[in-house]
């Protein structure tokens, strides 16, 4: 692969979540890892950016159960929210895989977490964290 | 830069709620009437227009509104421009009305916002309000609106003890406060129990913590010193004005229990006034949800951050407190028909500077601070203002 053809896209970034696999950008100049994509660093300020693997681990920093939902996810309702810190340091706003959305009394801000992916009815995969 | 040439000599609203079988052109040409001809300010004396409205595209099929909703007002010809900054679209039009006035480009503009919400299922309102939330990265895995705020309400409950009883006393405040309001939505006081119904939008958010869906318009005049004694004696200053931006989505945010705009905003804005928290006498801010009124009321900087809930707990935001927090009634029991907000809290707090609140009035009147918060809180806008003989 070239590097023209390697260079980080939105498009790309949410594909690879439908491929069950999750790739961040890394900025080529300082090395801050940054998802969701941003087109520049907010580190060092360069525009240049690369693919990097992440490990998957973070912590919970704060959630909701989603309750009242847009049309389109209905049949999933109640269902969590959560952003979650990434050990790489920057955040994600993901879904919650193993928890009782009808018992989110349970759940403890700054649990450990790690990467799982949740599939929609229709099909679609979610960015999503389990406990550790 | 100081401001030292805007003036508020008008401001009026509709009745805020479902106006059936009213149109957005209809009731932006009402608050227009009520904010010129009815004020004694001739029509032929406006000079531009700065108009907000949030997303008519996906609400009544319709773009392009700042000329067509003056044209039906009888302000056709007029400079009009519309300002979209979701929540915040009223705002940002009243800051793009206070610029015009300073540089002396005009002497007198209308600033006004309008949203028709109700004519929609409420399927087509949630789908439209979340289209002021990241798409691509947040609202596609399902966060709603409710959501974003309910996720900062964790955040603070946790790091503070905030409770949903406490977020719950915001609500029973603002459905006081709008029952002594003619053109709330809701003019009916509830109980601390019926606010704690536990209906969960997004938990911890129930239905009483949520502003409602409705259609509305407001419209305010602005001119400069010269020109405001020709209309009144006792103009409003605007003598401070912040605007600020912060990513869309809440991963980007540093501080959940905090938002980042509204501190930078109102920073900006007290050191243009060269005054602070302390010299305000009440304020109005954004209350799309309870725990927004409570975060806001700490990040313009009345209370420490974590003390909000303390204070309304206490009563010291009440209409009658040290430190009255949306006399009137707020978004949540006056209404929220968002591109018509900004600009109306701007009439609240001209209102009750001059005087005129009614039985809404608050015990001190000279000085007082709008924020007014879009979307998520990727645009905050707080402007100070003061009655000219004050
Ligand atoms: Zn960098």
């Not at chain 2, 305010?220 to 003598?239: G, M």
């Not at chain 2, 979307?375 to 203002?385: F, K, L, P, Q």
């Amino acid at each position: 692969m070239n590097d023209k053809s390697n260079k980080p896209t939105i498009e790309k970034y949410k594909q690879f979540i439908q491929e069950g696999k999750f790739r961040a950008f890394k900025c080529s100049d300082c090395g801050a890892v940054i998802a969701p994509p941003l087109g520049s660093c907010y580190s060092c300020g360069s525009s240049k950016m690369e693919w990097t693997e992440i490990s998957g681990k973070g912590r919970l920093v704060s959630f909701t159960v989603i309750h009242v939902a847009p049309e389109e996810f209905q049949d999933e309702a109640p269902y969590y929210i959560a952003i979650i810190e990434l050990d790489e340091g920057t955040r994600v706003t993901a879904r919650l895989s193993g928890f009782d959305p009808l018992k989110p009394e349970d759940v403890k801000l700054g649990t450990s977490m790690e990467l799982t992916f949740i599939e929609s009815p229709k099909g679609r995969k979610y960015l999503a964290f389990k406990a550790a | 830069m100081p401001l030292n040439n805007t003036n508020i000599v008008s401001a009026a609203q509709t009745k805020f709620g479902k106006l059936e079988g009213i149109t957005i052109r209809e009731m932006f040409a009402e608050a227009v009437d009520k904010a010129t001809v009815e004020a004694g300010i001739p029509k032929k004396d406006i000079q531009a227009a700065f108009i907000g409205t949030f997303i008519p595209e996906m609400l009544i099929h319709q773009g392009h509104t700042a000329p067509l909703l003056i044209d039906y007002a009888g302000l056709r010809g007029l400079p009009a421009t519309r300002h979209e900054a979701a929540c915040a679209s009223g705002a940002t039009a009243l800051r793009a009305g206070i610029m015009a006035i300073e540089s002396g480009l005009y002497d007198t503009v209308l600033v006004a916002g309008a949203e028709k919400m109700t004519s929609v299922s409420t399927n087509k309102v949630t789908e439209a309000l979340a289209a002021a939330a990241d798409d691509e990265f947040e609202s596609s895995i399902g966060l709603t609106f409710p959501g974003v705020f309910a996720i900062a309400a964790v955040a603070h409950m946790q790091k503070y003890g905030t409770t949903e009883e406490d977020m719950a006393r915001v609500a029973v405040k603002a459905h006081y406060n709008a029952s002594t309001n003619p053109l709330a939505q809701f003019q009916k006081e509830i109980t601390l129990e019926k606010a704690l119904t536990p209906r969960y939008i997004a938990w911890p958010l129930k239905l009483f913590d949520c502003s409602p869906i409705s259609d509305g318009a407001a419209a305010i005049v602005l001119t400069s010193n010269e020109k405001a004694k020709e209309y009144t004696d006792l103009p409003v200053k605007i003598i401070g004005t912040g605007q600020a931006s912060a990513s869309m989505d809440l991963c980007n945010r540093i501080e959940l229990t905090s938002f980042e705009s509204s501190v930078k905003a109102s920073k900006i804005a007290y050191e243009m006034a060269k005054l602070g928290p302390e010299d305000m006498d009440f304020a109005v801010v954004h209350d799309c949800f309870t725990i927004a009124e409570i975060i806001a009321s700490e990040d313009i900087g009345f209370f420490k951050p974590g003390e909000g809930a303390k204070a309304v707990r206490e009563g010291i935001t009440a209409r009658d407190g040290d430190k009255p927090i949306n006399p009137m009634g707020g978004l949540k029991a006056v209404g929220h028909p968002v591109g018509a907000t900004g600009v109306k809290q701007a009439v609240v707090i001209y209102k009750e500077l001059i005087g005129e609140a009614g039985k809404n009035q608050v015990p001190k009147y000279d000085t007082a601070l709008m924020h007014n918060f879009g979307g998520t809180g990727a645009t905050c806008v707080v402007n100070i203002m003061r009655r000219a003989d004050a």
